[in-house]
C-alpha cells in the first residue's frame, strides 16, 4: 500500500533516521532483526513538519493512521476500542536527535469505561485493567489538556492515605475506580473539557499532542543547548501496548549493554516486577539491578542478554533498551545508542576497537569534543566526603569552592581582597556580570541551561549550577536556605557544574588526568590530523602544562600579563609615568631582567618547539590607577587642608593629569598594540632584547629555542615594516655571531580588517600569520565584546538573529571570510607562510573544523582545551578532508 505519511515497522530500517526518528527507525530495524517487537508504525517527521506548516494533521493523515491500525489489529487478534476484544496502543514520540525525556508519549491509548471492563473480563485481573486505565486518564490529562502532573499526583496521594496504603501495589481495582473518576473531574474542572471516550479521538489528539511537544519549553532549550534544529520537528509512533503490569511473571526495564558511568563491559540495568513503562525512571519504587533479572527469570535474562549483545554488535556502540517482559515473553521496546560519561565514552571507543569491532578512525569520531572538556577541568576528588545540600542543573563543568556571596558588588569586593568567591542568587542578570567574573563559580535557585547564569558561565568556563529549587535564595538578608540548611554570607560552598550538585564546605579537588585511554585516542588523533595545536601560555607553569597536554609549541604568550604581579607593577607604573626619557629608561632597564626571566622559563619548557611572543599589547592606561579613585583621594586630602599633605596632594595631582592625558574615548581603537610600539619604541626595544637575552642564554645551556616575535594590531604594511627592522636590529646587536643559532620568526597578529584585506603586502614583511580572532570579531562585527555579551548578544542569539555567539564560535560566513582572503592573499606572495589563529576560537571545536577547512596550519588555544583541540582537528580531517586546498585555489584564482 502506498503511503504518504506513515512507514510501518516492517518496512522501515535504521537508515530512515531522517524521516522516521531515531526509535521509530530503530523499532524498525528491530523488527526486520526478527526481534520481538509489538506491531506498529511510525508517523514520520514529514507529516509533524506539514502539521507546523498547516497548523493541523495533514489531510489524509489519519485515513492512513487508521488502515495501518487494522495491520495491527490483524497481527495481534486485536481491535481498537472492541468491546471484547480491544487493542491498546501506545503513541510515542521521537525525533532524528535523541533528545531523552523531553517530549511526550502516552500509553494505553484504546481504554475508555467500556473496554476498560473487557480488559478486566478477558484476562481476568480488574485491578491491572483500571491501573492501565487511571495512567490513560493522567497522561492523557496532561499530555493532551495540559493538567499538571501534580494534581493527579496529590489525588493519588490522599487516597493512600485515606486507605492507609504504603505504595501502589496495596491499592485495590475498586480504589483505582474511584481514582479515575476523580481523575475526570480533575480534567473537567481545570481543562474545561471531558476525557474523550471515542477511541477515535483518544487517537486523534494523542497524535497532535505530540507533535506539539516538539514545542514544548524544555524540548526548545534542550535543542538550543545542543544544536538541534528546530525545523526538524518529531516522528510519532503508534505501537501495540504489552503490559508489564499483569502480575508477578511480568515486568519492565532498561539495560545498558556497558556501564554509561565507568564503561565497563559489564550488563547494567535495572528492572521492576509487575510495573509499566515510567515506573522504572520515575521512582515509585525501587527498581532492581539488572543481575537479579537472572534469578527471577532466568529465560528471560538470558534471552535478554543475548539479545543485548546482538543489537550492540548490529549497531557497534553500547546500546540503552528498554524491555517490557508480559506473562514471562519478553519484548523489545526501544534500542538507542546509550548516552554515556566522558570517562566511558573514552573507555568504550578504545574496548570497541580493542575489541575489532570498530576502527580507531571511528573511535575518534565516537568521542564528543565537549566531553574531554568535561574531563579535563578539575574535578571533585572522588574519594572525598560530601555532604550534599541540593542538586540543581549541571549548566557549566568544573568544581569550585568558596564563601557564598549574594550580589555581584559583594563578589567583587570580596574576590578584590583575595577572597574566592560563590556568587548565589535567584537568578542572574547581565548586570550581575561583573559578579560573575570576580566568582569562582554561580549558583541559581531559577533559570535553565540556557539561562543568563548558564551561557555566561559556560562562556568563561566557569562552574555554574542553576535552576536549583531547593535553594531560597533572600538577597535583602543575604541567606539561602540550600536543601533545608541555612548558609549566610561568607559560609564557605562548593559547586560540581559537571553533577549539578551544592555541597556544604570546602572540598579537595582533583586536577584532571590524562587517563591511558585518553592517551591512545590522542594519539590516534595525532596520526590523523592535519592541524598543529599549540597553546597560549604567558608563563612557565602554563607552559609546562600545556606541552603536557600534547601542545606543539606557544601561540600566544601575552607579555603584558608579566606587568601585572605586585613586584612589577610599580615599575611599571614609573616607567609610564616618567617625565623624561632618561626617566623612562632606567625603569625599562628594571623590567628587562624580568622579562627575560619569563621568557627563559618559557623557552625551557619548550625546548626544541616554537614560542611565539606577542609585544605589549593594551593601552598604557590599564596599568595605572583608576581615574575616579584618585580624584576621589585628591578631594579628601584638599578637603583636610593639612600643609604636610600638600606635596602628596602635588604628586596626586600629578598622577590625575597623566591619567587624564593617557584616557581615551575607545581605547579598544586606540593607542594599543603597535601604534604604542611605534610611538614609544623603547617598551618594544626593551621587550625584543630581553627576549633574545633569553634566547641565547638558553641556547648556550643547549636548549633548543625557536622564538617567534609577534607584533600586534597591524592594520598597514608600514606599521610591520618598521617593526620588523626594529626586531632584526635588537636580534642582530643581543645574539651577534650566535645568529645562526637562533633561528627566529616575525609575524604579526591580523586582527584589524585591513591587515586582513591588504595581507599580499603584510606578507612580504611577515613569516607568519596568527588571527586575533577576538580583535578580528570585534572589529569585524564593529562591537566590543563586554558590550556585546553584557547587553544585546544574548538576545540576538536567544531569538536566533546569530546562530551562535561570534566570541566562542568563529563566524565563518562574516570574519571567517577576511581570514580565508587573507591566508589567500599570504600565500601567493609568500607560499611557506606559517598562519593560525590563537585567542579562545582555538578551543571551540566548530572553529577548528573551521580552520581546518580554511588550510590553517595550526590553531593556538589555552593549555588545558589543547586535548580537546587535538581531537576536533582529528575529527576535522575525518569529516571534511582535505578540503581545505580546493577552497584556496577558488580563492586565489
Ligand atoms: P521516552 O522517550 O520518554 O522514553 P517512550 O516512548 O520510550 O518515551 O515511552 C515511555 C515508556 O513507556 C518507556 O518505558 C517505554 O518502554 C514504555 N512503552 C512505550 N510503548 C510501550 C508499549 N507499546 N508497550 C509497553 N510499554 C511501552
Ligand atoms: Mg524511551
Ligand atoms: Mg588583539
Redesign the pocket.
Known amino acids: 500500500m502506498n503511503t504518504q505519511w506513515i512507514v510501518r515497522f516492517h518496512d522501515g530500517n535504521a537508515a530512515m533516521r531522517q524521516l522516521l526518528g531515531g526509535?521509530g527507525a530503530n523499532l524498525a530495524e528491530m523488527t526486520k532483526a526478527g526481534l520481538p517487537v509489538?506491531p506498529?508504525f511510525t508517523i514520520t517527521t514529514d507529516a509533524c513538519r506539514a502539521f507546523y506548516a498547516g497548523r493541523t494533521l495533514p489531510g489524509g493523515l489519519m485515513k492512513e493512521v487508521t488502515d495501518a491500525l487494522e495491520g495491527v489489529e490483524a497481527q495481534t487478534g486485536r481491535r481498537f476500542g472492541d468491546p471484547q476484544r480491544p487493542l491498546l496502543?501506545?503513541v510515542?514520540?521521537?525525533s532524528v536527535d535523541s533528545m531523552?525525556?523531553m517530549?511526550?508519549?502516552i500509553?494505553n491509548l484504546g481504554l475508555n469505561d467500556e473496554t476498560v471492563r473487557a480488559l478486566a473480563d478477558e484476562t481476568g485481573n480488574a485491578r491491572f485493567a483500571y491501573d492501565c486505565y487511571r495512567r490513560l486518564v493522567q497522561m492523557f490529562g496532561n499530555v493532551v489538556f495540559g493538567v499538571e502532573g501534580v494534581h493527579f499526583e496529590t489525588l493519588l496521594h490522599q487516597l493512600k492515605q485515606s486507605v492507609g496504603a504504603a505504595s501502589d501495589q496495596q491499592l485495590t481495582a475498586e480504589h483505582w475506580q474511584t481514582l479515575i473518576e476523580q481523575y475526570k473531574a480533575v480534567i473537567t474542572r481545570l481543562a474545561r473539557t471531558t476525557f474523550p471516550q471515542n477511541v477515535q479521538d483518544q487517537l486523534r489528539l494523542a497524535v497532535e499532542a505530540v507533535f506539539r511537544s516538539w514545542n514544548n519549553q524544555r524540548a526548545r532549550i534542550y535543542r538550543s543547548v545542543n544544536r538541534i534544529p528546530d525545523e526538524q520537528g518529531t516522528a510519532v509512533?503508534i505501537?501495540?501496548?504489552?503490559?508489564?503490569n499483569l502480575g508477578d511473571d511480568c515486568g519492565?526495564g532498561?539495560l545498558f549493554t556497558r556501564n554509561p558511568s565507568t564503561g565497563d563491559n559489564v550488563l547494567f540495568g535495572e528492572f521492576l516486577e509487575n510495573a509499566?513503562?515510567?515506573d522504572?525512571?520515575a521512582g515509585v519504587r525501587t527498581p532492581r539491578p539488572i543481575d537479579e533479572l537472572e534469578n527471577a527469570m532466568p529465560e528471560v535474562f538470558a534471552q535478554l542478554t543475548r539479545t543485548a549483545r546482538q543489537l550492540e554488535a548490529h549497531y557497534r556502540d553500547m546500546q540503552d533498551i528498554?524491555?517490557?517482559v508480559e506473562r514471562g515473553k519478553l519484548?523489545m521496546?526501544?534500542t538507542r545508542v546509550g548516552k554515556r560519561t566522558a570517562q566511558a565514552a573514552l573507555k568504550i571507543a578504545a574496548d570497541l576497537v580493542a575489541e575489532d569491532t570498530i576502527t580507531p578512525d571511528e573511535a575518534l569520531l565516537r568521542v564528543e569534543v565537549g566531553h574531554l572538556d568535561q574531563l579535563l577541568h578539575p574535578a571533585i576528588d572522588p574519594e572525598a566526603k560530601l555532604e550534599v545540600l541540593a542538586t540543581g542543573l549541571p549548566a557549566s563543568p568544573g568544581a569550585a569552592s568558596g564563601a557564598a556571596v549574594f550580589d555581584a558588588d559583594t563578589a567583587e569586593l570580596w574576590a578584590k581582597r583575595g577572597d574566592r568567591v560563590i556568587l548565589v542568587r535567584a537568578e542572574t542578570t547581565p548586570e550581575d556580570i561583573h559578579g560573575v567574573i570576580a566568582a569562582e563559580g554561580v549558583l541559581t535557585s531559577r533559570g535553565g541551561m540556557t539561562s543568563h547564569a548558564a551561557v555566561v558561565a559556560r562562556g568563561m568556563g566557569k562552574c555554574c549550577v542553576c535552576g536549583c529549587e531547593d535553594a531560597r535564595v533572600d538577597e535583602a538578608s543575604r541567606t539561602a536556605v540550600i536543601g533545608g540548611r541555612v548558609v549566610a554570607e561568607g559560609d564557605i560552598i562548593t559547586l560540581d557544574g559537571s553533577t549539578g550538585r551544592v555541597i556544604a564546605g570546602h572540598v579537595p579537588l582533583k586536577d584532571a588526568d590524562m587517563t591511558p585511554e585518553l592517551m591512545q585516542m590522542l594519539a590516534w588523533a595525532d596520526d590523523v590530523r592535519r592541524l598543529r595545536v599549540i597553546a597560549n601560555a604567558d608563563n612557565p607553569e602554563d607552559a609546562a602544562k600545556a606541552r603536557e597536554f600534547g601542545a606543539e609549541g606557544v601561540g600566544l604568550c601575552r607579555t603584558e600579563h608579566m606587568f601585572l604581579s605586585p613586584q612589577r607593577l610599580p615599575v611599571v607604573q614609573a616607567m609610564i609615568l616618567a617625565e623624561t626619557a632618561e626617566d623612562r629608561l632606567v625603569q625599562l632597564r628594571k623590567l628587562l631582567p624580568m622579562q627575560q626571566a619569563d621568557f627563559e622559563g618559557i623557552f625551557r619548557a619548550m625546548d626544541g618547539l616554537p614560542v611565539t611572543i606577542r609585544l605589549l599589547d593594551p593601552p598604557l592606561h590599564e596599568f595605572l590607577p583608576n581615574l575616579e579613585e584618585l580624584v576621589g583621594r585628591h578631594l579628601r586630602l584638599t578637603l583636610q587642608q593639612g600643609d604636610a599633605d600638600a606635596a602628596e596632594r602635588d604628586a596626586l595631582a600629578g598622577l590625575i593629569r597623566k591619567v587624564r592625558s593617557l584616557h581615551e574615548a575607545n581605547p579598544m581603537l586606540g593607542q594599543r598594540g603597535c601604534r604604542l610600539g611605534i610611538v614609544f619604541p623603547d617598551i618594544y626595544d626593551m621587550q625584543i632584547e630581553a627576549i633574545f637575552r633569553a634566547a641565547r642564554v638558553c641556547m648556550l645551556e643547549g636548549v633548543r629555542v625557536l622564538p617567534e616575535i609577534m607584533v600586534p594590531l597591524v592594520g598597514h604594511e608600514n606599521e610591520l615594516r618598521i617593526l620588523r627592522e626594529l626586531i632584526d636590529r635588537v636580534a642582530g646587536q643581543v645574539l651577534g655571531a650566535d645568529a645562526r643559532e637562533v633561528p627566529y620568526k616575525v609575524g604579526t597578529m591580523i586582527e584589524v580588517p585591513r591587515a586582513a584585506l591588504t595581507a599580499r603586502k603584510i606578507a612580504k614583511h611577515a613569516d607568519f600569520f596568527s588571527f586575533g580572532t577576538n580583535d578580528l570579531t570585534q572589529m569585524t562585527f564593529g562591537c566590543s565584546r563586554d558590550d556585546a555579551e553584557g547587553k544585546f548578544l544574548s538576545h540576538y542569539v536567544d531569538n536566533k538573529l546569530l546562530p551562535a555567539n561570534p566570541f566562542q564560535v568563529l563566524d565563518g560566513e562574516g570574519v571567517g571570510q577576511l581570514i580565508e582572503w587573507a591566508v589567500a592573499g599570504g600565500r601567493a606572495v609568500k607560499p611557506q607562510l606559517k598562519t593560525g589563529i590563537c585567542g579562545e576560537h582555538g578551543g571551540d571545536k566548530e572553529s577548528i573544523f573551521f580552520c581546518h577547512s580554511a588550510g590553517l596550519d595550526y590553531v593556538s588555544c589555552s593549555p588545558y582545551r589543547v586535548p580537546l583541540a587535538r581531537l576536533a582537528a582529528a575529527q576535522a580531517q575525518l569529516t571534511l578532508g582535505d578540503a581545505a586546498d580546493e577552497r584556496q585555489e577558488r580563492i586565489v584564482s
Open positions: 526509535k509489538p506498529g496502543v501506545s510515542r514520540s521521537g531523552p525525556g517530549m511526550d508519549t500509553l509512533n505501537q501495540a501496548m504489552v503490559f508489564g519492565t532498561v509499566q513503562g515510567e522504572v525512571v528498554e524491555f517490557t519484548y521496546l526501544q
